[in-house]
């Protein structure tokens, strides 16, 4: 993509960065109400039958998602035209899917600012490996890696392990605003479900709030990895990368049914929100029809995406996502090739020796 069109592409999609606030403000209410709801017709529900409950709390589940979204445009001060509205409301929304906001907008913030750069990884960001870092890493962190990368581990063990855990700790290197944020996030979390244990019971809270944070988790996971660890992705080196090329090429469109499309926010327009984060969920479809660039972009479905289930390692020469058998393939290519210029450089030393 030449510099001409990079500054055409960014113009272009400039007019879908307009925050409605009126828009927002219905959104909060379709989104909030909703889970409110829900999460007490789920109480109610245990006292007929769990089975009655259990697709309440998926459903819940989806609203929690869908409020995550809001967090997440509050992040990029893309959901009110305030700094400090979307200060508040982020910190609100982080307290409901016990995400710290500040942590969270600070890491995310590198994630799209380095998104696909391969020599800046490691922040906001899933791990990957290519394959000849991973041919020559030592055998504790191939043990290590191929443990993270398995879909147990990513989907069901990794929502408990990020959200429950990890989320509750500042970062290294925190500044002050940030670390109180994480503390005050962590106090309300723990005033809200004491409260709630309080009038419901213990029991009754672990039977609904277990499964919401459970599903939730998953379904957020699954969002940010399939929308970046497909085939055909981009992935450069930091003198090669582009910052439109790993928005446009490097996130995914991921074209889900109405109904879903609804509940996750639009995040399926990924290539859009990377191209502009200030572009709020609401406008991201909008900005993708009209502008005909960011109609290029790969897209996947439900039943696509699950074969990014099988990608571990990425195939810089290739230019693609791998499984580990794939890599056995390729480095046994690699071997015969160099088992061949290594011959054919030692049947034409004699002559040259003889001249």
């Given amino acids: 993509m030449s510099t001409p069109s990079i500054a055409k592409l960014k113009k272009d999609v400039a007019p879908y960065e307009k925050t409605d606030t ?55 001060q893309s959901f009110f035209k305030s700094r400090k509205a979307n200060d508040i409301l982020g910190t609100i929304t982080g307290v ?19 998104s696909s750069n391969l020599d800046k990884r490691g922040t906001g960001d899933m791990w990957v490996l290519t394959v000849d870092e991973y041919v020559n890493a030592s055998l504790w962190t191939k043990i290590y890696y191929r443990i993270y990368r398995h879909p147990l581990v990513m989907f069901v063990i990794g929502p408990i392990a990020v959200f429950l855990f990890e989320y509750r700790f500042n970062r290294k290197g925190a500044k002050k605003k940030e670390r ?20 419901i019971g213990w029991k009754a809270f672990l039977l609904i709030q277990g499964p919401v944070f459970f599903f939730s988790g998953l379904m957020g996971i699954w969002l940010f990895y399939v929308q970046h660890q497909f ?75 699950l074969k990014s289930l099988n990608f571990r390692l990425w195939d810089e020469d290739s230019k693609r996502f791998i499984s580990f058998k794939e890599m056995k393939k390729v480095i046994k ?10 011959e054919k450089t030692t049947s034409r030393r004699p002559s040259l020796e003889g001249k």
Avoid at 33 to 39: A, D, I, K, S, V
Avoid at 96 to 114: D, G, N
Avoid at 180 to 199: G, K
Avoid at 333 to 342: F, P, R
């Fill in 96 to 114: 409901l899917t016990v995400v710290p906001y500040q942590q969270w907008k600070h890491t995310h913030s590198v994630h799209h600012a380095t």
């Fill in 22 to 76: 009126k828009a927002s403000i219905i959104q909060i209410i379709n989104t909030l109400g909703p889970l409110f709801l829900l999460w007490y017709l789920s109480y109610l529900s245990l006292s007929v039958s769990y089975w009655i409950t259990l697709p309440l709390l998926i459903l819940t589940a989806g609203f929690l998602v869908r409020t995550f979204i809001i967090f997440h445009d509050c992040c990029h």
């Fill in 231 to 305: 085939e055909d992705t981009y992935f450069e080196n930091d003198d090669e990368w582009s910052y439109v090329r790993a928005a446009v090429d490097g996130s995914s469109f991921y074209k889900l049914p109405k109904v879903l499309q609804w509940i996750t926010g639009n995040i399926g327009y990924h290539h859009v929100h990377h191209l502009s984060p200030r572009v709020p969920n609401y406008n991201l479809e909008k900005a993708h029809n009209e502008t005909p660039p960011l109609q290029k972009a790969t897209t996947i479905t439900l039943s696509t995406s």
């Fill in 333 to 342: 290519n690699k071997n015969s090739v160099l088992e061949a210029v290594k």
């Fill in 180 to 199: 109180i944020n994480t503390y005050v996030t962590n106090i309300l979390i723990v005033a809200l479900y004491t409260a709630l244990c309080l009038a």
